[in-house]
């Protein structure tokens, strides 16, 4: 019997003319961090939680706070940010050309988080 993968999550919001719709994906054994699924299709607010301009350090605390179900929270974030040996895509391109965490979110955006950890 093969096992059911599950369809992609949504999450929402009351107000959708203050959300963004946006595609987060998750590899190199990530996923299990995240519910085992690869791809999530999201609608996160507009606005931090401070009142500026969604960007992708907003979109990985959301992450954290609502999508992660895993407890191990140090695997995916070290000291707020993403860690070490995850590669961060947006759009295809890697974030560092793109601002890294203070890329501001745009709607239909496909954000690709890709573990490069391995066990020695």
């Not at 959708?16 to 607010?45: D, W, Y």
């Not at 040996?85 to 979110?105: C, P, R, S």
């Amino acid at each position: 019997m093969e096992a059911q993968v599950p369809g992609p999550v949504k999450l929402q919001h009351d107000d959708k003319a203050n959300t963004i719709s946006i595609t987060v994906e998750f590899t190199g054994g990530l996923e299990m961090l995240f519910s085992n699924q690869r791809k999530h299709h999201l609608c996160i607010p507009t606005m931090d939680e401070n009142g500026f301009p969604a960007n992708a350090a907003f979109l990985v605390r959301y992450l954290c706070l609502h999508l992660m179900k895993d407890r191990r929270k140090e695997l995916f974030v070290l000291e707020g940010t993403v860690r070490p040996g995850i590669l961060v895509l947006i759009n295809d391109a890697d974030w560092e050309l793109e601002g890294e965490d203070q890329y501001q979110l745009q709607s239909n955006d496909n954000i690709l988080f890709v573990s490069t950890l391995h066990g020695g």
